[in-house]
């Protein structure tokens, strides 16, 4: 099992993907969060250090990302559709390591957010992306941006993808 990748700078992210790597390995052991609501509350609120501080703060009345309802809507939704072991696929399937430039020949925009658990440097970024047409770092957000920080997330798809419009 691999326990750590390394990423532009020398960085080896070791705990911060376990999560990943789990998924990655054995996703329907995980059947245990599809039989109960508060173990998969427990386990999507605290299946990384760096995400479990970011929603902690919801719970420690902190202004800034995610409320207590946007929590509790989010494990809701994943309890209610059990998307939860279907969620985890996406890592099985995935061969390839997290951080190895792709080479990707679409056009792409990349928005990168200070509290995600890598945040790309355009050096990276540019490599991977030979195709880039965007690249934005914001003020906040971190891995679930879209689902912490909408407007944010938003406002800069449409500017990563303003050029492609006619």
């Known amino acids: 099992m691999v ?5 532009a700078g020398g960085a080896v992210l070791h705990s911060l993907l376990g999560y990943a790597y789990q998924m ?4 329907q052991t995980l059947y245990g969060i599809a039989d109960s609501p508060v173990g998969l509350a427990a386990y999507l ?3 990384d250090a760096r995400s479990y501080e970011l929603i902690a703060r919801a719970f420690a009345g902190q202004p800034g990302g995610l409320s207590r309802d946007d929590v509790l809507d989010n494990v809701t939704l994943t309890w209610l559709t059990n998307t939860a ?8 399937e995935n061969k390839f390591g997290f951080f190895g430039v792709k080479g990707v020949s679409i056009p792409v925009a990349v928005s990168v957010f200070p509290d995600e658990l890598y945040p790309a440097p355009r050096s ?14 914001l003020d906040k957000g971190g891995h679930f941006a879209a689902w912490e920080q909408p407007q944010l997330f938003s406002e800069d798809v449409r500017a990563g993808f303003r050029s492609l419009r006619k």
């Open 3 to 7: 326990v750590g990748e390394q990423v």
């Open 24 to 27: 990655g390995l054995r996703p």
């Open 45 to 47: 609120l605290d299946h």
């Open 85 to 92: 072991i279907s969620s985890a696929r996406l890592y099985w």
């Open 124 to 137: 990276w970024t540019e490599r991977a992306y030979p195709r880039l047409i965007h690249y934005n770092k």
